[in-house]
């Protein structure tokens, strides 16, 4: 196997590994219930995500619940029609940043109580501290094992990469998935279906349909969509893992 393709592979398992976490643990899961994670499931994600990912699980999901309540309005904590696409990147991370200090200190009764259900854990230990460079570091030294293993610093490269493409991810889905595309449904916001977000970011692209059906464990709705997130769901619920509500997938 030429290191290209071997780089690939790594790239790919790596990248299905962070859009599990977001996707599927973060977004479907925590967020809004679409799907029930099992109990030591649902642990597992909690106190694992942030290693992983480099997100606390609990600012991501706060952040995501207040911007559907305030979608594409000057409270909104990311949506280009405040900042702009590229300014995007920016904001989401100030807001994110914001947010969990919110958390840890417990000062704000909007996001208190829009995080009411998550009372059963808290922000990740690597926020609380501020040491939140830690798990990237983690990550970077798993990279470097990796390429001096195998005598190719791109098979590193193209770990971390994967391992750490959710803030791409989040700039594609927070703006373009908001700027650019087409509406299946009136939601009252710029919400739009950006096929080739949903194509790169497994089905997050489909954000008219999402913001048209929150609670659908399922983004896509038209025959020709395709929602590769469902498929992880539906892979982790034929392991036990997870389970689906599907009377919940909106048509």
């Given at each position: 196997?030429?290191?290209?393709?071997?780089?690939?592979?790594?790239?790919?398992?790596?990248?299905?590994?962070?859009?599990?976490?977001?996707?599927?643990?973060?977004?479907?899961?925590?967020?809004?219930?679409?799907?029930?994670?099992?109990?030591?499931?649902?642990?597992?994600?909690?106190?694992?995500?942030v290693?992983?990912?480099?997100?606390?699980?609990?600012?991501?999901?706060?952040?995501?619940?207040?911007?559907?309540?305030?979608?594409?309005?000057?409270?909104?904590?990311?949506?280009?029609?405040?900042?702009?696409?590229?300014?995007?990147?920016?904001?989401?991370?100030?807001?994110?940043?914001?947010?969990?200090?919110?958390?840890?200190?417990?000062?704000?009764?909007?996001?208190?109580?829009?995080?009411?259900?998550?009372?059963?854990?808290?922000?990740?230990?690597?926020?609380?501290?501020?040491?939140?460079?830690?798990?990237?570091?983690?990550?970077?030294?798993?990279?470097?094992?990796?390429?001096?293993?195998?005598?190719?610093?791109?098979?590193?490269?193209?770990?971390?990469?994967?391992?750490?493409?959710?803030?791409?991810?989040?700039?594609?889905?927070?703006?373009?998935?908001?700027?650019?595309?087409?509406?299946?449904?009136?939601?009252?916001?710029?919400?739009?279906?950006?096929?080739?977000?949903?194509?790169?970011?497994?089905?997050?692209?489909?954000?008219?349909?999402?913001?048209?059906?929150?609670g659908?464990?399922?983004?896509?709705?038209?025959?020709?969509?395709?929602?590769?997130?469902?498929?992880?769901?539906?892979?982790?619920?034929a392991?036990?893992?997870?389970?689906?509500?599907?009377?919940?997938?909106?048509?």
């Amino acid at each position: 196997m030429s290191v290209y393709l071997l780089a690939a592979v790594i790239f790919s398992i790596a990248y299905l590994v962070n859009i599990t976490y977001i996707t599927v643990f973060y977004h479907r899961g925590l967020s809004h219930s679409s799907i029930t994670l099992k109990p030591w499931t649902r642990a597992f994600a909690v106190h694992t995500g942030v290693w992983v990912t480099g997100l606390d699980p609990k600012g991501w999901a706060t952040m995501h619940r207040l911007h559907h309540k305030y979608s594409d309005t000057p409270r909104d904590p990311h949506s280009p029609t405040n900042h702009g696409i590229f300014g995007l990147a920016f904001a989401q991370l100030h807001a994110y940043q914001r947010i969990l200090v919110a958390l840890i200190k417990k000062d704000d009764p909007a996001i208190i109580a829009i995080s009411k259900d998550f009372d059963d854990f808290e922000v990740s230990w690597v926020n609380r501290k501020k040491v939140w460079l830690v798990p990237y570091v983690i990550q970077v030294f798993i990279a470097c094992c990796i390429a001096i293993a195998s005598g190719a610093s791109m098979l590193g490269i193209a770990y971390f990469t994967g391992i750490m493409s959710h803030p791409f991810q989040g700039w594609l889905v927070n703006a373009l998935g908001h700027a650019y595309g087409y509406q299946n449904f009136k939601t009252g916001d710029h919400s739009r279906n950006n096929t080739l977000v949903a194509w790169m970011v497994a089905g997050e692209g489909y954000q008219n349909n999402h913001h048209h059906l929150p609670g659908s464990p399922k983004f896509s709705v038209k025959w020709w969509e395709v929602d590769f997130g469902f498929g992880i769901c539906r892979g982790l619920a034929a392991m036990g893992l997870i389970s689906i509500q599907y009377d919940s997938i909106g048509h």
